[in-house]
Nanobody, 125 residues
Framework: QVQLVESGGGLVQAGGSLRLSCAAS????????LGWFRQAPGKEREFVSA????????AYADSVKGRFTISRETAKNTVYLQMNSLKPEDTAVYYC??????????????????WGQGTQVTVSS
């Protein structure tokens, strides 16, 4: 069982930045891949970014490439999503998810085993 708790969401103006955090309870955090997904009202959940167990492999959705950066801090069992140059279309609930084993990253939500409760990100124009 893995518990994931997201934080860092909020209201920001277009062009601003936020950093999301996801704290994991996993005993072997370093063996998991972690992913970020988002879901806007009336839309399906979509992949945002993922990082593998060692942090050496990352993946991004085309819509966030060059603006978002994923990273992980094993000592704190935490994964981060730094979001810069935010746009109104980034408005959504952002979810953290874990995938084991985590050698490779996946963009498919069905590959992930555990999910957090989500944190709201709202970007005003």
């Amino acid at each position: 069982q893995v518990q994931l708790v997201e934080s860092g969401g909020g209201l920001v103006q277009a062009g601003g930045s936020l950093r999301l955090s996801c704290a994991a309870s996993a005993r072997a955090f370093s063996t998991y891949a972690l992913g970020w997904f988002r879901q806007a009202p009336g839309k399906e959940r979509e992949f945002v970014s993922a990082i593998n167990w060692g942090g050496g492999s990352t993946a991004y959705a085309d819509s966030v490439k060059g603006r978002f950066t994923i990273s992980r801090e094993t000592a704190k069992n935490t994964v981060y999503l730094q979001m810069n140059s935010l746009k109104p279309e980034d408005t959504a609930v952002y979810y953290c998810a874990s995938d084991w084993p985590g050698e490779v990253t996946s963009t498919r939500p069905e590959e992930y085993d555990y999910w957090g409760q989500g944190t709201q990100v709202t970007v005003s124009s």
